[in-house]
């Protein structure tokens, strides 16, 4: 068994990073072999529409075929036996990283074919992590389930299962005071990273052993 994980954060040992590293941690407890990708350390782009992954008789159904560092990436994913993405929130959204590489990795599998039916002939479990620097009210009186839902349905349809993991009100700095930020409490807000974040932690161990039950 294989799981990939997707780093779509530009830092590679805080938040989100942490907790695909926990994910993977849950899924080599099952007996998975795991490895952790960066997408910041990689050169890519989004999808350039070149729609040669709608060719009749494509040679490589399913996987995008504009070649750049991505491929490798995306391929390892195509075998992989569950993927799990990780992103922080920017702007109501993931960063552009991350959504660069979910539509190379969405697209190729979607046809355009009555129901948009995927070419999957297996089913590959997707997780979603996603770390916030706001609370889980805010996030809901914010709207942000207009993103995390139809992301989560579309997924679901053409890999055939996909979970969330939300960590809410995360730890952004080590020293709030060297910063212009004003509007959060340093004290509350290590409080509550020092109660809820290994809670977290152990919310993804247990969501990257549970991709491999599915």
Same mark, same amino acid.
């Given at each position: 068994?294989?799981?990939?994980?997707?780093?779509?954060?530009?830092?590679?040992?805080?938040?989100?990073?942490?907790?695909?590293?926990?994910?993977?941690?849950?899924?080599?407890?099952?007996?998975?072999?795991?490895?952790?990708?960066?997408?910041?350390?990689?050169?890519?782009?989004?999808?350039?529409?070149?729609?040669?992954?709608?060719?009749?008789?494509?040679?490589? /159904?399913?996987?995008?075929?504009?070649?750049?560092?991505?491929?490798?990436?995306?391929?390892?994913?195509?075998?992989?036996?569950?993927?799990?993405?990780?992103?922080?929130?920017?702007?109501?959204?993931?960063?552009?990283?991350?959504?660069?590489?979910?539509?190379?990795?969405?697209?190729?599998?979607?046809?355009?074919?009555?129901?948009?039916?995927?070419?999957?002939?297996?089913?590959? /479990?997707?997780?979603?992590?996603?770390?916030?620097?706001?609370?889980?009210?805010?996030?809901?009186?914010?709207?942000?389930?207009?993103?995390?839902? /139809?992301?989560?349905?579309?997924?679901?349809?053409?890999?055939?299962?996909?979970?969330?993991?939300?960590?809410?009100?995360?730890?952004?700095?080590?020293?709030?005071?060297?910063?212009?930020?004003?509007v959060f409490d340093e004290g509350k807000k290590k409080a509550w990273h020092d109660e809820q974040f290994p809670k977290d932690c152990e919310s993804a161990f247990n969501l990257g052993a549970r991709l491999l039950e599915v």
């Open positions: 068994m294989k799981v990939i994980a997707i780093n779509g954060s530009p830092r590679k040992n805080k938040n989100t990073a942490t907790l695909l590293t926990k994910a993977l941690e849950g899924a080599a407890s099952k007996g998975a072999e795991t490895e952790l990708i960066h997408l910041y350390e990689r050169n890519f782009k989004g999808c350039v529409s070149c729609f040669a992954c709608k060719v009749k008789d494509c040679k490589m /159904p399913g996987i995008c075929l504009y070649k750049d560092s991505m491929t490798s990436m995306l391929e390892k994913c195509m075998e992989a036996d569950a993927i799990i993405l990780g992103s922080p929130i920017y702007f109501w959204d993931v960063t552009g990283e991350m959504r660069s590489f979910i539509e190379r990795l969405m697209f190729p599998v979607l046809t355009y074919t009555e129901g948009y039916k995927g070419l999957l002939t297996r089913k590959i /479990p997707i997780g979603i992590i996603y770390t916030m620097n706001v609370t889980e009210n805010f996030m809901k009186e914010s709207g942000y389930s207009k993103l995390f839902e /139809p992301m989560q349905a579309g997924l679901e349809r053409l890999f055939g299962h996909c979970e969330i993991l939300n960590s809410y009100d995360t730890l952004q700095f080590d020293d709030y005071s060297k910063y212009h930020c004003t």
